[in-house]
């Protein structure tokens, strides 16, 4: 049960009556709701004082239920919006479907740009994600054109001024540089505490420098590994996704139960992508793996 639902709604999941009974008690008059009389289309809330048929119930507080949560590997070439005018493939064409609820991007990507994005099932979670005072960091390996001096670098940590207000990266560190490159191409892994459009490329442009390649790595504790191969996804481990919900204050949802069959296909993806993905493997930096 959801909070702010549909008088008739609750009073049917509490076992009084379908919900067309339901309907025709509150027409009749005979439904109160915290001592007043109820109307056709009223909305209760966790705490409401409900009267039906001289008994008293106070509505109950929704109760806690698995969130899931979804790490995609995005291509480029792919939109973040479930429709395009111009009929380009969208993220959301390769996510499996939901029997209940649908999927909530955590944040977007450029059409040019892959790399991790993160859906849930949990809009409030997702919202709480991308809130500007939840300070979740995104990091970004970005393959830069053009000579990148000291001075550049001290800037874009100290801050540039953009179009939109003054921005930075928190962080910048050298990439898996090949020594042949010559400063031409330099990857470098950057990160952001924001999520403002196109903020990454916007930065490095305004150092008049080309970005010809950009890949975000990081949300937050979340990495993305390097057996999900671009346009696959996994499920988050129930470690995973109590991590980012305590990061954003909300409650450790409970933990997601699965079947055995649900349990063996998961390992078998797993296992799939694992040796799918074994002949790409990169060593990143921090310890992790990542496709480049």
Same mark, same amino acid.
């Given at each position: 049960?959801?909070?702010? /639902?549909?008088?008739?709604?609750?009073?049917?999941?509490?076992?009084?009556?379908?919900?067309?009974?339901?309907?025709?008690?509150?027409?009749?008059?005979?439904?109160?709701?915290?001592?007043?009389?109820?109307?056709?289309?009223?909305?209760?809330?966790?705490?409401?004082?409900?009267? +039906?048929?001289?008994?008293?119930?106070?509505?109950?507080?929704?109760?806690?239920?698995?969130? *899931?949560?979804?790490?995609?590997?995005?291509?480029?070439?792919?939109?973040?919006?479930?429709?395009?005018?111009?009929?380009?493939?969208?993220?959301?064409?390769?996510?499996?479907?939901?029997?209940?609820?649908?999927?909530?991007?955590?944040?977007?990507?450029?059409?040019?740009?892959?790399?991790?994005?993160?859906?849930?099932?949990?809009?409030?979670?997702?919202?709480?994600?991308?809130?500007?005072?939840?300070?979740?960091?995104?990091?970004?390996?970005?393959?830069?054109?053009?000579?990148?001096?000291?001075?550049?670098?001290?800037?874009?940590?100290?801050?540039?001024?953009?179009?939109?207000?003054?921005?930075?990266?928190?962080?910048?560190?050298?990439?898996?540089?090949?020594?042949?490159?010559?400063?031409?191409?330099?990857?470098?892994?950057?990160?952001?505490?924001?999520?403002?459009?196109?903020?990454?490329?916007?930065?490095? /442009?305004?150092? /008049?420098?080309?970005?010809? *390649?950009?890949?975000?790595?990081?949300?937050?504790? +979340?990495?993305?590994?390097?057996?999900?191969?671009?346009?696959?996804? +996994?499920?988050?481990?129930?470690?995973? +996704?109590?991590?980012?919900?305590?990061?954003?204050?909300?409650?450790?949802?409970?933990?997601?139960?699965?079947?055995?069959?649900?349990?063996?296909?998961?390992?078998?993806?797993?296992?799939?992508?694992?040796?799918?993905?074994?002949?790409?493997?990169?060593?990143?930096?921090?310890?992790?793996?990542?496709?480049?």
């Amino acid at each position: 049960m959801l909070s702010n /639902e549909k008088l008739q709604k609750v009073l049917a999941a509490e076992g009084f009556g379908s919900r067309r009974e339901m309907e025709r008690l509150i027409e009749a008059g005979k439904v109160r709701v915290n001592g007043r009389l109820a109307n056709l289309g009223a909305r209760v809330s966790p705490g409401d004082k409900v009267e +039906i048929n001289q008994r008293t119930f106070v509505v109950p507080q929704p109760a806690a239920k698995p969130v *899931r949560v979804l790490l995609y590997n995005k291509p480029e070439g792919e939109i973040c919006s479930q429709k395009d005018p111009e009929g380009r493939p969208s993220v959301f064409d390769r996510l499996p479907k939901l029997h209940a609820g649908r999927w909530v991007s955590v944040g977007r990507l450029d059409f040019n740009t892959s790399g991790l994005l993160l859906f849930t099932d949990s809009g409030e979670l997702a919202n709480r994600l991308m809130h500007p005072s939840s300070e979740i960091d995104r990091e970004y390996m970005v393959r830069v054109q053009g000579e990148v001096t000291e001075d550049i670098l001290t800037r874009l940590k100290e801050g540039v001024l953009l179009e939109d207000g003054m921005a930075k990266f928190t962080d910048i560190s050298p990439g898996n540089n090949n020594e042949d490159a010559k400063g031409a191409n330099t990857w470098y892994y950057c990160t952001v505490m924001e999520g403002r459009n196109r903020e990454v490329r916007r930065l490095w /442009e305004s150092q /008049e420098l080309r970005v010809s *390649r950009l890949k975000r790595v990081r949300y937050g504790p +979340i990495f993305i590994p390097s057996y999900v191969r671009q346009g696959h996804w +996994i499920d988050l481990e129930d470690k995973d +996704i109590a991590q980012l919900c305590k990061m954003v204050d909300l409650p450790v949802p409970p933990r997601q139960t699965l079947n055995r069959n649900q349990k063996e296909k998961k390992e078998r993806q797993v296992r799939r992508m694992r040796k799918a993905g074994a002949k790409g493997q990169v060593s990143g930096r921090k310890g992790k793996d990542r496709y480049f």
